[in-house]
């Protein structure tokens, strides 16, 4: 009789059956994952927008100057075309946004956008180099990033032109990735925008130029790619020195003007001597910085995932070098030409792309750990991206201090001293309602810019010491109130005294007013 035949098993085989191979755990949407990401970035700044003041990256002169353009809209040629040192395509924005909303809010507005927006280009980047998990990691990061919220909440230009920086990183990207020239040109249009924004944007038009000289074995294909990509990043440039060189008679200019303001800054700072204690805060300012805003855990994994990255994968080496170069030079003109004072807002490019190798650095550092210690790691991490910023921001929220005015440029909240606002709710209240005009002092710290833009005053209708048209308006105006500041300018000029709490200034008497806080002193004209 026949026996029916018997499975035979390999229980010792080294060939795994198909069954036994996990699939690959399928990508989500791009659009949902994006939609996410734009939702959880715009909360955070959204609660912030209703509290933050606009204070610094010269957010009220900015939307001054955009003020005046709307008044008499044309093409920005030059820095004294209306843009001055700054870059005329804010101007341009936030001028159309003042055409539709309020000066407070407009150019606030414009950063709101530009901010929340800035996470697409970021999880596009970081999806190509190290797929959708990672562009999560790092979205929820940027979300978080303490100080960019006051960028996206404030009138500056940062939050503005790390987006269009993030876009051309994407793009280019995306161009090398794909050994296709289309994107690299929409990268170089990014990267023009950009330098339409801000001037640091200008040094990475070499820079990403040299890095495709070293993006592919083919050596014609890399020159040829290099070549035309700097090419195509220089209309904005040369269109700029040349209305420059035809108004100023020097195409850098305003290049010149920014270095003349930095140099004259440093001596004001850290004076005249060796000043070793302030350079070697110089030296740490760029890691500090990071640490500070983006809270420790992701900047030190985001570093370290630059130092796996560059050994690991060279395709990346060109968006290490992008963040990495841009801090050295800053750093050394700081910590030892001493001819540059570092901002938090200067930061800002090369921060941003520490969140883009988070992932790369948890994976490398975790490798050889379990589940638990994983979970730890990753826990900690997101506390302190979410409990840090939201410390630093309630600690400096309407609060006067040393300390707090240390950390207010780079928390998520911005608003303007109590003494400062007072004054120009006062003003605001008693002059601007009224129709009457303003007296205004200068101030070295520049708290005069911020008591004229709060207190609603147009132009004509403040005389101000800052101004050289001060005389003129003065006779014209014949202000009511008069402001003074106790470093400011005014008790020096010839035609003022000060006796007790009369201030006289070309004959005319004010009585110094109640309730106000130096260093403000407020006046109001003899009858």
């Excluded at 100080?147 to 993030?166: D, K, P």
């Excluded at 002092?441 to 010491?465: H, K, N, T, W």
Aim: hydrophobic share 50%.
């Amino acid at each position: 009789m026949a026996t029916a035949p018997t499975s035979v098993s390999h229980p010792s085989s080294p060939t795994p059956s198909l069954a036994a191979v996990p699939s690959p755990t399928p990508e989500p949407s791009t659009r949902w994952l994006v939609g996410m990401l734009l939702v959880v970035a715009l909360l955070p700044r959204l609660l912030v927008f209703v509290a933050n003041e606009n204070l610094y990256g010269d957010a009220v002169v900015r939307t001054e100057l955009a003020e005046r353009w709307l008044r008499a809209p044309h093409l920005i040629t030059a820095y004294g075309d209306g843009a001055y040192q700054f870059g005329p395509l804010h101007v341009y924005l936030v001028g159309a946004a003042l055409s539709v909303l309020d000066r407070e809010v407009a150019g606030r507005a414009v950063s709101l956008l530009f901010g929340v927006l800035s996470v697409v280009p970021l999880f596009a980047l970081t999806r190509r180099l190290f797929g959708w998990r990672a562009g999560v990691v790092a979205g929820l990061s940027f979300a978080a990033w303490g100080m960019h919220l006051q960028f996206s909440t404030t009138a500056g230009s940062e939050a503005v032109s790390l987006f269009f920086m993030l876009a051309a990183f994407a793009l280019y990207a995306e161009g090398v990735d794909e050994n296709r020239f289309l994107p690299l040109f929409q990268a170089a249009l990014m990267l023009n925008l950009a330098c339409a924004l801000r001037y640091d944007a200008w040094m990475y038009i070499p820079l990403l130029s040299v890095a495709l000289l070293f993006s592919s074995q083919d050596k014609v294909a890399s020159v040829t790619r290099a070549v035309g990509f700097g090419l195509a990043c220089l209309p904005f440039p040369l269109l700029w020195m040349q209305g420059n060189e035809l108004m100023h008679g020097d195409p850098f200019f305003p290049l010149k003007a920014v270095e003349d303001f930095h140099r004259g800054w440093v001596l004001s700072s850290a004076g005249s001597g060796l000043a070793i204690g302030w350079r070697v805060q110089q030296l740490f300012f760029w890691p500090g910085v990071a640490l500070l805003t983006l809270s420790p855990g992701v900047a030190l994994l985001g570093m370290w995932g630059m130092v796996k990255a560059w050994k690991q994968r060279p395709d990346t080496r060109w968006l290490v070098a992008a963040a990495v170069l841009p801090t050295l030079y800053f750093t050394f003109r700081a910590a030892v030409l001493a001819n540059f004072v570092p901002l938090g807002r200067f930061t800002v490019t090369q921060l941003s792309v520490l969140p883009v190798f988070v992932a790369v650095g948890f994976g490398a550092l975790m490798a050889a750990r379990g589940e638990g210690a994983r979970k730890v790691l990753a826990g900690v991490t997101a506390v302190l991206a979410v409990v840090l910023p939201l410390a630093v921001g309630l600690y400096t929220f309407r609060a006067d201090g040393r300390f707090q005015d240390t950390l207010r440029p780079v928390s998520p909240t911005s608003t303007n001293p109590r003494p400062v606002m007072q004054v120009a709710d006062f003003v605001k209240a008693e002059v601007a309602a009224k129709g009457s005009s303003l007296a205004l002092d200068d101030d070295p710290s520049y708290m005069d810019l911020q008591v004229a833009f709060f207190s609603g005053l147009p132009e004509e209708r403040i005389a101000r010491v800052r101004w050289d048209t001060f005389r003129k308006l003065m006779a014209e105006a014949r202000p009511e109130v008069l402001v003074r500041f106790d470093q400011g300018a005014l008790v020096k000029d010839p035609g003022v005294k000060l006796e007790g709490r009369t201030l006289t200034l070309d004959g005319v008497a004010y009585e110094e007013l109640d309730g106000f806080s130096a260093p403000l002193h407020v006046y109001r004209r003899r009858p």
